[in-house]
């Protein structure tokens, strides 16, 4: 059961992130190259007549260290959008906001 829920979760506003992530030179920067996420992802997605809104969490690694990614999106006729999408160093506090200069849609 716990597969499919991580299943469900790793769709298409995950995918929209992942794709957000690996093209910026911040995350590059800050976590390195050859990035890798971790496996579980964290979140929910809410389903509505018209849409949907999610809000998801997960790890990620790459050749100078780890981050956490936090994803929020909006559904609407069927094309992901992200909202906002955060990026926090392994044991810093400084959040970066990798849509300052991008819009990104699916």
Not at 64 to 89: I, N, P, Q, S, T
Request: proline fraction near 2%.
């Amino acid at each position: 059961m716990i597969c499919g829920i991580l299943l469900l979760i790793k769709g298409e506003l995950y995918d929209l992130s992942i794709k957000e992530i690996k093209n910026n030179p911040k995350v590059i920067e800050l976590v390195g190259d050859n990035l890798k996420p971790e496996l579980i992802v964290f979140g929910e997605i809410h389903y509505r007549d018209s849409g949907a809104e999610g809000r998801l969490n997960y790890t990620i690694k790459g050749s100078k260290g780890e981050a956490r990614v936090y994803v929020y999106g909006v559904k609407v006729l069927d094309r992901w959008e992200l909202k906002e999408l955060w990026l926090v160093e392994e044991g810093k506090d400084q959040k970066f906001d990798l849509l300052e200069n991008s819009k990104s849609n699916l």
